[in-house]
């Protein structure tokens, strides 16, 4: 199997795998987590997820290093 094909299906078995779990992947608190920054103004509302975006971005370096070894 060539590369890309193997990249494409991992993708997909991603992808389906995170249907499955979308249900309790909705109930985790991400995204309300203090650090978070919400501005809230008349006509404008702006977020900023900080916080999770970094709880995101080490869980995935963790997870591709374990991965890995």
């Keep these: 199997m060539s590369p ?3 990249l494409l299906v991992t993708v ?3 992808l389906v795998a995170v249907g499955i779990l979308l249900p309790w992947l909705a109930r985790l608190p ?3 987590l203090p ?3 919400v501005v ?3 006509g404008f509302r702006l ?3 900080i916080t ?3 709880v ?3 869980a995935m370096s963790l997870l591709v290093w374990f991965l890995r070894r």
């Design 4 to 6: 890309a094909a193997r």
């Design 12 to 14: 997909g078995l991603l």
């Design 30 to 32: 991400l995204g309300h």
């Design 35 to 37: 650090g978070d920054l």
């Design 40 to 42: 809230r103004r008349e």
């Design 47 to 49: 977020y900023a997820p």
């Design 52 to 54: 999770t975006c970094a």
């Design 56 to 58: 995101v971005s080490v």
